[in-house]
Nanobody, 123 residues
Framework: EVQLQASGGGLVQAGGSLRLSCAAS????????IGWFRQTPGKEREGVSC????????YYGDSVNGRFTISSDNAKNTVYLQMNSLKPEDTAVYYC????????????????WGQGTQVTVSS
């Protein structure tokens, strides 16, 4: 059974930090790029970041570039998203997902995704 278990969301003040974790199982981790997209009611899905498990290639959406950092622990099949300098507009449900590619638009073609974790940034 494929599982992408996200954790680490919560409520934080603007300017604060959170770290999301995504534990993957049920598929060959090294064959996929793992990342995060976010969703807010009434808005389109937005690709936040992804990392290729095979070669470490990373991608960041324009709105988070320079503030968020993605990393992968292949031994634990776990991907992390360090989110710094959080803004109210970062408020969303964040979903961990797996796709064949990592780059612009990757979030539109995931093969797997898990239950989201809520991130709320207060002003």
């Amino acid at each position: 059974e494929v599982q992408l278990q996200a954790s680490g969301g919560g409520l934080v003040q603007a300017g604060g930090s959170l770290r999301l974790s995504c534990a993957a199982s049920g598929f060959t981790f090294d064959d996929y790029a793992i990342g995060w997209f976010r969703q807010t009611p009434g808005k389109e899905r937005e690709g936040v970041s992804c990392i290729s498990s095979s070669d470490g290639t990373t991608y960041y959406g324009d709105s988070v570039n320079g503030r968020f950092t993605i990393s992968s622990d292949n031994a634990k099949n776990t991907v992390y998203l360090q989110m710094n300098s959080l803004k109210p507009e970062d408020t969303a449900v964040y979903y961990c997902a797996a796709a064949w590619v990592c780059g612009s638009g990757w979030h539109l073609i995931p093969d797997y995704w898990g239950q989201g974790t809520q991130v709320t940034v207060s002003s």
